[in-house]
């Protein structure tokens, strides 16, 4: 069984103050047999690291190359020498963002798995695809195109993000997301066999306190990636407590 997993992804949010909600989430009482994850943005990696107890820090994008000529640019060393042990690859907002498609996005998760880094895979259909039914055909496309082979049940996850659903309070129905979780398992399964199966698989997409629980009683539901609502250790907190009761 694949371990769960609630990782936060703070997006373009933060300076030194906001580590305080880390700090909280740090000091409270974290339930065993959930691995909690904070992305925050990488100029407070390093604070966050020394802040973080038992909480992993990560990173939201990083390079495919080790070095060199490519200014605002982060390595995957270098985010693991600043204390990232994870970071988030190919979300949409990159993709959308910086026209990052799914050849950058494997080639840097190969870096980051090199680099001795956790890489959290994104994928997700937008609206227009699900409302053209193609929703299993698009994420399959980019699972294929972004996971790298060779990838092991530690150093890949896998986020299912649907587009529409970020930031936008909308949520895929419980079976939408049963069928959208069990294809992905399915391909994993095919192509990396036991690894395929304890891979972490995350939802993400306007998960909050109030819908977290009956996201996590999903199949191949193993917990959540959370932006907005990971901001508050108020709001994350009880939405890493559903993980563990799930
Ligand atoms: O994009 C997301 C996490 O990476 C989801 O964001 P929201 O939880 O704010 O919808």
Redesign the pocket.
């Known amino acids: 069984m694949a371990r769960k997993l609630a990782?936060?992804?703070w997006?373009m949010n933060g300076t030194g103050e906001h580590l305080a909600e880390l700090e909280n989430l740090a000091q409270g009482d974290l339930p065993e047999g959930v691995d909690v994850l904070i992305?925050p943005p990488a100029t407070l990696i390093s604070r966050a690291a020394d802040r973080a107890g038992d909480i992993a820090i990560g990173g939201q994008d990083c390079h495919a190359k080790t070095s060199g000529a490519h200014t605002g640019d982060l390595s995957a060393d270098m985010l693991r020498d600043a204390g990232a042990t994870y970071v988030?690859l190919g979300?949409?907002?990159r993709r959308a963002d910086h026209g990052e498609g799914d050849a950058d996005v494997r080639a840097k998760t190969e870096a980051a798995q090199a680099a001795g880094l956790v890489a959290v895979v994104?994928i997700g259909e937008t609206l227009e695809e699900r409302e053209a039914g193609t929703t299993l055909e698009v994420v399959g496309a980019q699972l294929a195109g972004s996971v790298p082979d060779g990838v092991t049940a530690e150093n890949t996850v896998v986020?299912y993000?649907p587009v529409w659903?970020?930031?936008?309070?909308k949520v895929p129905t419980l079976d939408q997301i049963a069928e959208v979780h069990d294809a992905l398992r399915a391909d994993l399964v095919a192509r990396f066999g036991a690894a395929g199966k304890d891979l972490p698989l995350l939802y993400?997409?306007?998960?909050?306190p109030g819908n977290a629980a009956e996201i996590f009683g999903v199949s191949n539901v193993d917990g959540?990636?959370?932006?907005?609502?990971?901001l508050k250790a108020a709001d994350f907190g009880p939405i890493i407590a559903a993980l563990a009761a799930s």
């Open positions: 990782a936060g992804n997006k992305c988030i979300h949409s907002e994104c986020a993000e659903a970020i930031g936008t309070g993400g997409g306007s998960v909050k959540a990636l959370v932006g907005g609502a990971s």
